[in-house]
């Protein structure tokens, strides 16, 4: 169901678009009523996944390991674009060691969808840095999956490829 458009069907509220690869505009958002009586509006965890994203974004261009445990929950399983596994342990240690270090992250792209108490993010965009030891420039999309909790958003999935 992706489209230039973004993820999810016009009208249904369930995705929403925060830049395009041209120019970081195209803002689209669609406006939600609340499913179930007492629960958040999704348009209400729409704008604080967005704002997860970026803080993520934020504490791994600045290398920030207290902030980037606050974002990832215990139980994270993750796939790098090398196709290795690795945990949330393993990625505090790679950013607090500096054998993972963010040079430059520039999205082109966030697509995002929420549903109750779990968002998907689907990022597109340029990484320059340092990994495993080595340097690397790529094109890479990133797909997260958020679990809404007492905490806020915190990262439970995540899948890295080359775009």
């Not at 970081?24 to 967005?50: F, Y």
């Not at 974002?71 to 993750?78: P, Q, Y």
């Amino acid at each position: 169901m992706t489209s230039s458009r973004g993820i999810g069907e016009p009208g249904t509220g369930r995705a929403r678009r925060t830049s395009d690869s041209a120019s970081g505009s195209g803002r689209t958002a669609h406006e939600l009523c609340p499913e179930e009586e007492g629960t958040m509006p999704d348009s209400e965890r729409e704008a604080e996944l967005l704002d997860a994203e970026r803080r993520l974004q934020a504490a791994q261009r600045a290398g920030d390991v207290a902030a980037l445990d606050g974002l990832l929950d215990e139980r994270l399983i993750a796939f790098g674009p090398d196709g290795n596994r690795f945990t949330k342990q393993d990625d505090l240690a790679a950013h607090r060691d500096r054998t993972s270090v963010v040079d430059e992250l520039v999205e082109e792209e966030l697509d995002l969808i929420v549903e109750g108490a779990t968002g998907v993010t689907f990022f597109l965009g340029r990484v320059t840095g340092t990994f495993g030891g080595a340097p690397v420039t790529a094109r890479l999309r990133y797909t997260r999956t958020w679990t809404y909790g007492e905490h806020g958003w915190r990262i439970v999935a995540a899948h890295i490829s080359p775009a």
